[in-house]
């Protein structure tokens, strides 16, 4: 089973709202990433986290919060957005600490932040 | 940083065409993956490859890592083959995991 699972599929917030998108995998993955995608623009990295430790963060506003709660979980935490930050949102999995480390992508979250 | 440069940016083929579309990369990567993303966002895994060639049905793919790309050859298109095809690659001696995406390959197929 090669799937990543996502919810919601469809998120639309205002700015002073608080939200969270959900991630799961039963792969026995023990590396989650969250992927913040543009239209018509390709994926650009925001999270890292390796054995439930937050390993990488690529600058990003301190208005998304993530969380890694056990190996099988990944939580975005969404709060005080921006208009700008309405994206597709992806989630993946790999394996971690291995040569062989091909990620798997779950559906995405829209986010439409009014 | 690594550059990551898909070429041609946009295809446009007619049912049962074949293609070829290129990813150049600027410096040695640990990991080189191909995806498909579907018109409603999905990110299909193609192919995990770092080096070497391998094939799945009407797609295979190539990447000489000494020579810095890889080709993606789609044979026979069909309608369903339509979306955007992305190259990531994982950089040598960088962080695990941190994958780098080209800007795509968007391909329509007419039928």
């Known amino acids: 089973d090669t799937e990543v699972t996502q919810t919601p599929k469809h998120l639309v917030m205002g700015m002073t709202n608080k939200k969270s998108l959900k991630c799961e995998q039963h792969m026995g993955h023990r590396a989650m990433y969250w992927y913040k995608q543009k239209a018509k623009k390709p994926p650009e990295l925001m999270f890292v986290y390796s054995y439930e430790k937050l390993s990488i963060n690529e600058s990003v506003p301190s208005r998304f919060s993530p969380e890694c709660p056990n190996s099988s979980l990944l939580n975005l935490h969404l709060h005080a957005l921006q208009p700008e930050d309405s994206a597709l949102y992806l989630c993946?999995?790999?394996?971690?600490?291995?040569?062989?480390?091909?990620?798997?992508f779950g559906p995405g979250t829209r986010l439409t932040v009014l | 940083g690594i550059q990551v440069e898909q070429s041609p940016p946009d295809l446009i083929l007619q049912e049962g065409a074949n293609s070829t579309l290129r990813c150049n990369f600027s410096?040695?990567?640990?990991?080189l993956q191909w995806f498909h993303q579907n018109p409603w966002g999905q990110l299909i895994n193609l192919f995990y490859?770092?080096?070497g060639t391998k094939q799945n049905g009407r797609l295979s793919a190539t990447t000489v890592a000494t020579e810095r790309y890889s080709l993606l050859y789609i044979s026979s298109s069909q309608t369903t083959d339509s979306g955007v095809y992305f190259c990531a690659v994982e950089p040598y001696g960088g962080s695990q995991g941190n994958l780098i995406f080209g800007k795509g390959t968007k391909l329509s197929v007419k039928p």
């Open positions: 490859i770092p080096s």
């Open positions: 410096d040695s990567v640990n990991n």
């Open positions: 993946a999995s790999s394996r971690g600490r291995s040569s062989y480390n091909e990620q798997f």
